[in-house]
């Protein structure tokens, strides 16, 4: 156990209790939205798991693009944190000549590095974004904790942009991470927390009580905490995403069905005639402006949806959106929170399209072989065979929104590319493989409207209900951006919060939309 004293407080870090902090965190966010939403403030939005107690990583994200990485081993602990706009280029001093794609590009922040914390140092690299403008591993700031000893920027440079993300580590409560919202300086926001804390209790009991059996071996929750956290036996099909994440830190449930196998990798079935030599055909039913306008719309739909206090339009197109760049060269990824995800990136040359469906993985899908892993576009070029060299940039920018699989893989199994009037990739070749149901409802926009997607089909769509006032304002407000930047009117302001929002939500709102040029009426200043 280590101390510091910080500007964020009396810092305390234990290899111990981060791990276990890990292990709660990403248990909170399964059980912190959605269908399965038990707690108010969840310390995770955006979990991602890798490894096991002894060696492994754990990916902290906002649902905003901001994270935290924190990764061990049995040597100790590496953590990095990236904050919008502050990756290692705007950071750390890194050239964009100097880019590995790897553990180099973030080295700066964590100074001194034993060698022993090398493979944590490796293990975290792997779950970083990866920045669309020069593929670079993307953290401004982290700590490394060795033995007694303990460095980095996060103490060099305690007011870098993310540190204040990777001071929770060391202000652990009984080995559990808390949310953001609970350090705002509000008064009344953090009176608001602790007692959503205070009513959430039974629940973060159980929490506690089944992280500390998992951190002595396997286990299962009990009958009593099944019923606790899911009220009636589960829909299978519809919670197989929670099951998967659970058993992938070693947790199940009494009588849980069994998981189906990840998928062998794919071989061409012999008995089938040989693929066509061409993928190249003449362009129908897709069009690059209507793309462009249904990733603006889909990404302002689920920003004004959430923001809704009355939660009248629960089924916005995207459930995790992600945005890069602009509205003529830039990239938007559509998450559906259970790790399956599409990708869609533009510029003056046309449209690529990627998509992801969990499982499914180049290595799995389309025989990318292990050894032939690179971690960048050539890991996924099978998927846009024949692509037009002005592509190729575009390319590049699809791929830096790909997450990255369990041997540094880009995730991706299924695409198309869209240049002038000629279109081609594998969605075109086969109806069957993982993720081309993702494709086609961007090939089925109606009025640049994408439909929220599930499971191989379209949500009911409750726009001509009560979702009909957030509706009518995105498209308005999406209409209005495609002609340059714009502001919400105080009539579309007072109609979509006729109650003030939390004070965090509609920080995180304001900084999402400003991306995309969009603001309101006397918005405060973002904090740098």
């Known amino acids: 156990m280590i101390e510091r004293k910080h500007r964020y407080g009396n810092l305390v870090f234990d290899r ?64 990095l944190a990236y904050e919008l706009g502050w990756g290692p280029i705007e950071q750390l001093g890194l050239s964009a000549s100097a880019v590995t794609g790897g553990p180099d590009d973030v080295r700066g922040a964590l100074p001194d590095l034993p060698e022993e914390l090398e493979p944590a140092l ?33 103490f060099s440079d305690p007011t870098s942009p993310g540190a204040r993300g990777l001071a929770r580590w060391g202000l652990l409560q009984g080995g559990r991470l808390r949310s953001s919202s609970s350090f705002l300086r509000d008064p009344s926001t953090r009176a608001a927390v602790a007692e959503c804390d205070r009513k959430d209790a039974p629940i973060h009991a ?28 589960p829909d299978p ?32 079935n012999p008995f089938l005639p040989e693929p066509l030599t061409t993928t190249v055909r003449p362009r129908r039913g897709a069009d690059q402006d209507t793309i462009v306008r249904a990733a603006l719309r889909a990404y302002v739909e689920n920003i004004l949806a959430r923001l809704d206090p009355l939660d009248r339009h629960p089924f916005a197109a995207s459930f995790v959106p992600h945005w890069t760049g602009d509205l003529r060269r830039g990239a938007f990824r559509n998450g559906d929170g259970g790790g399956s995800y599409e990708v869609m990136a533009w510029s003056e040359a046309g449209v690529v399209g990627l998509a992801y469906e969990l499982g499914y993985g180049p290595i799995e899908h389309i025989e990318l072989p292990i050894d032939a892993v690179k971690g960048g576009p050539d890991d996924v070029r ?71 997607w599930f499971q191989g ?72």
């Open 206 to 233: 159980l929490i506690d009580a089944v992280v500390d059996r998992r951190l002595k071996g396997p286990t299962e929750f009990t009958a009593e905490e099944f019923e606790m956290l899911f009220h009636s036996p």
């Open 237 to 268: 099909k519809q919670f197989v995403g929670a099951q998967r994440m659970l058993q992938q830190v070693g947790i199940t449930w009494p009588g849980s069905p069994e998981i189906p196998e990840l998928p062998r990798q794919r071989r061409r």
């Open 16 to 79: 111990n209790a981060i791990v276990r902090a890990a292990l709660r965190a990403y248990f909170e966010a399964i059980f912190g939205s959605g269908a399965l939403k038990r707690l108010s403030f969840p310390a995770c939005a955006d979990p991602r798991w890798t490894g096991d107690l002894e060696r492994g990583a754990f990916y902290n994200g906002d649902g905003c693009g901001n994270y935290e990485v924190v990764a061990w081993t049995e040597a100790s602990v590496v953590a």
């Open 382 to 452: 099978v998927a846009v065979a024949e692509l037009p060299a002005e592509l190729l940039p575009t390319l590049e920018l699809a791929v830096g929104l790909l997450e990255v699989g369990a041997h540094g893989e880009k995730l991706a199994s299924v695409g198309f590319w869209l240049h002038g009037e000629q279109v081609g990739g594998s969605f075109y070749d086969s109806y069957i493989m993982k993720g081309a149901g993702r494709l086609r409802a961007w090939h089925s926009l109606k009025g640049g409207r994408l439909r929220r």
């Open 122 to 154: 490796v293990m975290a690299t792997g779950m970083l974004g990866v920045g669309p403008e020069h593929g670079q591993r993307d953290a401004g700031v982290g700590f490394w904790l060795y033995g007694a000893r303990v460095g980095g920027t996060l």
């Open 457 to 528: 089909g379209y949500v009911a769509d409750l726009g001509l209900t009560k979702a009909a006032p957030i509706q009518a304002l995105v498209d308005a407000v999406t209409t209005r951006a495609l002609a340059g930047p714009t502001e919400l009117t105080p009539d579309e302001l007072e109609m979509l919060l006729p109650t003030p929002p939390d004070p965090s939500l509609l920080l995180a709102a304001q900084r999402m939309l400003q991306k995309v040029g969009i603001t309101w009426p006397g918005s405060p200043e973002i904090p740098d």
